[in-house]
């Protein structure tokens, strides 16, 4: 293997320790309703959850393919020295503007955020960029944001933010290093 190529990947599991986690609470809840509501209100729930599922099912991959594609374009070389775990504060400020100007939802940001780190984006610096999309946020901020709240509103909550993914992305960085198996 050369020095270019891509670390192996673990084989991810279908079914994992969150999976079993969110499945036991799904089932606590279809046993609350059933028990309160007969089979009912497991009906109502199953159909506006239906309804939900294939509302945001196309959501849902547009963000995986936004993620793959991105794998596929950005070469990882690029993707290292810029964004890398060893590019430092300049990784970090670099992430925490990009998350800042990216538009999208979560179904286009976490997607994102995992193809960066499989192309060789620090750990540091992908927390960067998703505490900058949730806290800054400059898509949301215009069209929502600033109507309801105002633009001095906006403009304090945004410079108060401004270092926070920065030190978000410093404190993953350092806890990554001490943390045994931890994420690189």
């Given at each position: 293997?050369?020095?270019?190529?891509?670390?192996?990947?673990?084989p991810?599991?279908?079914?994992?320790?969150?999976?079993?986690?969110?499945?036991?609470?799904?089932?606590?809840?279809?046993?609350?309703?059933?028990?309160?509501?007969?089979?009912?209100?497991?009906?109502?729930?199953?159909?506006?959850?239906?309804i939900?599922?294939?509302?945001?099912?196309?959501?849902?991959?547009?963000?995986?393919?936004?993620?793959?594609f991105?794998?596929?374009?950005?070469?990882r070389?690029?993707?290292?020295?810029?964004?890398?775990?060893?590019?430092?504060?300049?990784?970090?400020?670099?992430?925490?503007?990009?998350?800042?100007?990216?538009?999208?939802g979560?179904?286009?940001?976490y997607?994102?955020?995992?193809?960066?780190?499989?192309?060789?984006?620090?750990?540091?610096?992908?927390?960067?960029?998703?505490?900058?999309?949730?806290?800054?946020?400059?898509?949301?901020?215009?069209?929502w944001?600033?109507?309801?709240?105002?633009?001095?509103?906006?403009?304090t909550?945004?410079?108060?933010?401004?270092?926070?993914?920065?030190?978000?992305?410093?404190?993953?960085?350092?806890?990554?290093r001490?943390?045994?198996?931890?994420?690189?």
């Amino acid at each position: 293997m050369s020095a270019t190529d891509p670390p192996p990947q673990k084989p991810r599991s279908l079914i994992d320790g969150s999976t079993l986690f969110v499945l036991a609470l799904v089932i606590a809840g279809a046993v609350i309703v059933f028990r309160r509501e007969g089979v009912a209100g497991l009906t109502h729930i199953l159909a506006e959850d239906s309804i939900l599922f294939f509302d945001i099912l196309p959501k849902v991959l547009a963000g995986c393919l936004i993620g793959a594609f991105v794998a596929a374009v950005l070469p990882r070389e690029f993707v290292s020295r810029w964004i890398g775990a060893d590019s430092g504060v300049t990784g970090l400020v670099i992430a925490t503007a990009v998350g800042a100007i990216m538009p999208g939802g979560p179904f286009t940001i976490y997607p994102l955020a995992g193809a960066l780190l499989a192309i060789g984006a620090g750990v540091g610096p992908a927390v960067a960029f998703v505490t900058s999309w949730t806290l800054i946020g400059l898509n949301r901020a215009i069209i929502w944001e600033a109507p309801f709240l105002g633009v001095d509103f906006v403009t304090t909550r945004m410079i108060v933010s401004l270092p926070l993914p920065i030190l978000a992305g410093l404190g993953t960085h350092w806890l990554a290093r001490i943390v045994p198996g931890g994420p690189r």
